[in-house]
T-cell receptor
């Protein structure tokens, strides 16, 4: 089955800096890659996703890039703010299968 | 839209007791998922329903766990008998279409078994 590795497990940045979280996947048939943000005491919230027919997608301060050849994808957050502090999860699926999640990255943005 | 609704939000019970967690998916979504989240194991898929039919229950830990979806707007996850190692946050999520599409999570139920 699919295996998703996520790095780093924790990431500390200063407000205004950029943050990058990276994931690799094992199943070359995977074609859907969402990112979730989980705040303390809440359920994971979908923040952005990408499908394999595109290499990059942006939504304001967040962007996701996909390299299908290398089987890795990344989340980029620019101009980080304290409210970006949360746990971020990447996931992958083939579309017919269920999502396989990474272990998560705890992002801490210091004022 | 109210989003995915779960109840109760918190449950504290003694070992050996039966626990029932409830979920109402987003209207119009035909796939429903139950997950368990712990620090040690992260987010684990327990079971996945499509059109009220269980499609993949390979993540259900053991026979003490069971899940039902009697109609498109309601699902339950039952643990009987409960054990301390079942303590975790249980999430329900729903999506349109198959399991690999955008999933929307509920707020979760924090279960503590003493």
């Amino acid at each position: 089955g699919e295996n998703v590795e996520q790095h780093p497990s924790t990431l500390s940045v200063q407000e205004g800096d950029s943050a990058v979280i990276k994931c690799t996947y094992s199943d070359s048939a995977s074609n859907y890659f969402p990112w979730y943000k989980q705040e303390l005491g809440k359920g994971p919230q979908l923040i952005i996703d990408i499908r394999s027919n595109v290499g990059e997608k942006k939504d304001q301060r967040i962007a996701v890039t996909l390299n299908k050849t290398a089987k890795h994808f990344s989340l980029h957050i620019t101009e980080t703010q304290p409210e970006d502090s949360a746990v971020y999860f990447c996931a992958a699926s083939t579309g017919d299968s269920t999502l396989t999640f990474g272990k998560g990255t705890m992002l801490l943005v210091s004022p | 839209d109210a989003g995915v609704i779960q109840s109760p939000r918190h449950e504290v019970t003694e070992m050996g007791q039966e626990v029932t967690l409830r979920c109402k998916p987003i209207s119009g979504h035909n796939s429903l998922f139950w997950y368990r989240q712990t620090m040690m194991r992260g987010l684990e898929l327990l079971i996945y329903f499509n059109n009220n039919v269980p499609i993949d229950d390979s993540g259900m830990p053991e026979d003490r766990f069971s899940a039902k979806m009697p109609n498109a707007s309601f699902s339950t996850l039952k643990i009987q008998p409960s054990e301390p190692r079942d303590s975790a946050v249980y999430f329900c999520a729903s999506s349109r279409g198959q399991g690999g599409n955008e999933q929307y999570f509920g707020p979760g139920t924090r279960l503590t078994v003493t």
